[in-house]
């Protein structure tokens, strides 16, 4: 009876007035701030934490939740249409569900991906609820060495699903885990590879890796099109069959899940990366998967019903033992203290009533979240069928912006520059981009891990009982699906690497590769100046990437010795190399008149020149101007309150 008396007092207490208008302003709010490419719900959080400390419980609890616990379903819109991560969450959506967008079918991925989002968030919420006598011992007994094998396993999970490449994904994967050793070393204070100069102090930003690797390049290849983002010029339908995609995939969707929830349960692992690792269990554990990458539906579900998912995981570490096991919990978890909130024991005893505030929030938060974003689906999916002088010059222009903000310096739009100019020579040359996303998010983890297991165990670490059971199970992760592959004589998935890309991927290969070599030997030769417990994970990542970069190599030698015909160069038409240059020039053409004349004038200009240069209207193009005028002013002047450097001509634009 006790019992009923805290669920009715825990769900009562939402339902108020004020508790419940909070939420729904937040969800909404929310859901705005995941819609905008390169921007994300975690802005939304910052901006809302000193607000919500002077609340009363339930109405943090409102507040906050309604905005993290939905803020991966809305941002699978940019995600779709453009190939822009909407956040972490959504980055993994990009594989299945942009080639959906271009065949016509954005709605029928719109309808997928939000159903399978709230079955996910639903079902987060009950293992919330469920999981507490089975995880708590579980975690606990989880050491360093232990985390670091999970880590492992799921990278090389992700990394293996290049197709009849699985090398090159694991390349790529520990390419990732270099750049995440740029920076300074937490524990001796050694700047590892920043060059002398400050900004690389903190190492590469997470947001310039997605928004160079993905964006830029898509935007090229759209500007090279020179036509929609749907193939067909057709909107098409779809959005129940989405919906029903997901009911008949139900199995699949409650398995993701459960990965969604497991990662957000495991504290520090890095939640982010959940979609990832549920994507990779998809395309391995289901049948017929020769469509992943190009455009399957189960591409869409399984991501979307993890991010989810992992909000309810998260939960477990943060409200019973204090770990927050996200970012976004680590915010909630600093305000949750100022407002008389206390996780861990106190939740379960005198603070029960609120797990069920917040079970009510979770329910309530997903259901409406799901309603407003198929509500939105419709209108949003028309991108897909805008002319491309309309879609390439106004993403561009806020991929650039949302990069900029991330410290609002330059370096910041250099950074974009470098990892777009590899992210569009990987899609060209036939090399899987995301593991290496995924290996930025996790190297952190993964050299925090490590640095542990040594100082605690030296080496004996790698002996202990579930380590050599993690180890195994890497192994039979790697080669079994080399071995399916090879067994059905096809490829599997293809990591959305369009047939219409001309790529020499036997010569480019063999070029990136031999940089990517070159890389890593430069890494060894920095590290042997620094302390060993600077240097270890140096070690332990250049290894790996050296015997990788060997394997390709040699691999490559014997596909000559066999077929050297395939070593010759495509066939590319001038034309071809001309647009490109043609895209890339308008690109230089943003970043110099950034520096000239200023952010404002420029984001001004260039929707009107893009849109004239290519045949649109004088009206479209003012209205294009205009309104990318008032997203810079409205969302990064007001709300975010971007810092602008001063341009070198106009100074004076920037002295307010």
Known sequence: MDDWSLISKGIGGILQTKPLLLMIIAVVASSIFAALPGVGSSTLLAMSLPIAMTMQPYEVIALLFGITIISNTANTFPSVLIAVPGGSGSQATIIDGHPMARKGEAKRAFGAAYM??????????????????????????LGSPELLMLVLWGLSAVGILSGNAPVKGLMAAAFGLAVSLIGTEARTGVERFTFEGYYLWDGVHIALVGLGLFAVPELIDLSVRRSTISDTGKLGSGLMQGVRDAWKNWWLVTRCSIVGVWIGILPGLGSSVADWFAYAHAAQTEKNTENFGKGDVRGVIAPESSNNAKEGGALIPTMFFGIPGSTSMALVLVTFAAVGISPGEAMITTNKHLIYSMLTVIVLANFLATGLSMGLAGTFAKVSVMPFYVVVPMTLIFTIAAA???????????????????????????????????????????????????????????????????????????????????????????????EDQPRAQSVGGVVFTLIFLGVLVYGVTEAVKWPIRAAMDVYFITGIGICLAGLQLTLDFVRYRRDPGAFAPPVQSSNLTRLYLEAAGWIAGILAGIFLIGFHISFFLVPILYVRVYGGSWRLALILGLMAEGILIGLFDTVISVVWQKPILLPFLYDW
């Open 116 to 141: 399978a989002s709230l079955m996910g968030g639903l079902i987060g919420g009950v293992v919330f609820f469920l999981s507490l006598p089975i995880v708590s011992p579980l975690v606990l007994l």
């Open 404 to 498: 900029y903000g991330v410290k609002s310096t330059y370096q910041d739009l250099a950074t974009l520059v470098v990892f777009a100019f590899i992210g569009f020579y990987m899609r060209r040359y036939g090399w899987p981009r995301p593991p290496v996303l995924v290996a930025v998010v996790l190297g952190p983890q993964i050299q925090t891990y490590l640095w542990l297991s040594m100082d605690r165990y030296s080496f004996d670490w790698m002996l202990t009982p579930g380590v050599m059971i993690i180890a195994v199970i890497i192994v039979m992760t790697v080669f079994f699906p080399m071995w399916r592959n090879r067994k059905k004589a096809k490829v599997d998935m293809d990591y959305y690497m369009e």
